[in-house]
C-alpha cells in the first residue's frame, strides 16, 4: 500500500508564505512526477506545479514567480514552498505522485489534501 501524506496548510494573510511538504511511503519500487494540485469547491481540480524525477519543473501561469516546487528523491518527499500568497490561492491543496509499486504495477496516487486559506 502507498500514502502520501501532506503537512503545512493553514491560515495566512495575503502576501504572506506557507510551505507545504507531502511525504510518500509504503511498498514504492520508483516515482516519476511529483506534483502539487489545488481544489476550491465547486470548480475542478488544477495543476499548481509538478516536478520529474530529473528535476524539471512545470508550474500554472497563475503562480508563476511565486511558487517552488522541489523534492527529494531520498526521502520521497516533494514541497512547495508559496510566496506572496494572494486571496485566490485559497483551495485544498493535493500531493500527487506517479510511481511505480512494482517494475509492472504503476499508478497515480494522491494525499488527502490540505487547506490553505488566504485572508485579508
Known amino acids: 500500500q502507498v500514502q502520501l501524506v501532506e503537512s503545512g496548510g493553514g491560515l495566512v494573510q495575503a502576501g504572506g508564505s506557507l510551505r507545504l511538504s507531502c511525504a510518500a511511503s509504503g511498498r514504492i519500487f520508483s516515482i516519476n512526477a511529483m506534483g502539487w494540485y489545488r481544489q476550491v469547491l465547486g470548480k475542478q481540480r488544477e495543476l499548481v506545479a509538478s516536478i520529474t524525477n530529473g528535476g524539471s519543473t512545470n508550474y500554472a501561469d497563475s503562480v508563476k514567480g511565486r511558487f517552488t516546487i522541489s523534492r527529494d528523491n531520498a526521502k520521497n518527499m516533494v514541497y512547495l514552498q508559496m510566496n506572496s500568497l494572494k486571496l485566490e490561492d485559497t483551495a485544498v491543496y493535493y500531493c500527487?505522485?506517479?510511481?511505480?509499486?512494482?517494475?509492472?504495477?504503476?499508478?497515480?496516487?494522491w494525499g488527502q489534501g490540505t487547506q490553505v486559506t488566504v485572508s485579508s
Open positions: 500527487n505522485a506517479q510511481l511505480r509499486r512494482s517494475y509492472f504495477d504503476s499508478g497515480d496516487y
